[in-house]
């Protein structure tokens, strides 16, 4: 199974500032079918990205997604206060789907 | 937008069976594959399995002795059943269209006597 690792594990960051979070893969992501969550406590996660770089529907232009193989980024230019939250990365390439142990965005 | 929400028994006792049901609105539900996906408290997510409208379905191997995935399409809904189920099974389930692009609320899950 596709082993994926996110960093850093936090990310203290304050409104305005870019935060740059990581997600690699211990094998190459089939077809780059990586994606990118956020979730927030109490909540279902919610979709970002997919396909490493196609933001969801209705996702802010400020998230971005990049990378491809086994090396990828998600990319938050300004952060608002709503973006603090965890956030996780999974592979759906090949199974098993795997997820990442997640990036905590917190206020600094 | 895919509505889904998942139902079942909030707490089933060790070595027994969960049960959980999603059901779908606002899509077709022979359009994608479907999906459960678990998260132990405080912790992270795993995927369960998931099931096409073929009927085929794919399961992680940590939990495939354990789990079948099932679905009726004249109900649109889809069921998740997990044998012998342990203390280590209390999560928040949730059921999700395809690899996660539409979720359920999910439903917390106590594995406890």
């Known amino acids: 199974e596709i082993v994926l690792t996110q960093s850093p594990g936090t990310l203290s960051l304050s409104p305005g500032e870019r935060a740059t979070l990581s997600c690699r893969a211990t094998?190459?992501?089939?077809?780059?079918?990586l994606a990118w969550y956020q979730q927030k406590p109490g909540q279902a996660p919610r979709l970002l990205i997919y396909?490493?770089?196609s933001r969801a529907t209705g996702i802010p232009v400020r998230f971005s997604g990049s990378g491809s193989g086994t090396d990828f980024t998600l990319t938050i230019s300004r952060l608002e206060p709503e973006d603090f939250a965890v956030y996780y990365c999974?592979?759906?390439?090949?199974?098993?789907?795997?997820f990442g142990q997640g990036t905590k965005v917190e206020i600094k | 937008q895919v509505h889904l929400q998942e139902s079942g028994p909030g707490l089933v006792k060790p070595s027994e069976t969960l049960s959980l049901t999603c059901t779908v609105s606002g899509g077709s539900i022979t359009s994608s594959y479907w999906s459960w996906i678990r998260q132990p408290p405080g912790k992270g997510l795993e995927c369960i399995g998931y099931i096409y409208h073929s009927g085929i379905t794919n399961y992680n191997p940590s939990l495939k002795s354990r789990v079948t995935v099932s679905l009726d399409t004249s109900k649109k809904q889809f069921s998740l059943r997990l044998t012998s189920v342990t203390a280590a099974d209390t999560a928040v389930y949730y059921c999700?269209?395809?690899?996660?692009?539409?979720w359920g609320q999910g439903t917390l899950v106590t594995v406890s006597s």
């Open positions: 999974q592979q759906y390439g090949s199974p098993p789907q795997t």
């Open positions: 396909a490493a770089s």
């Open positions: 094998e190459s992501v089939t077809n780059d079918y």
């Open positions: 999700a269209r395809d690899f996660g692009r539409d």
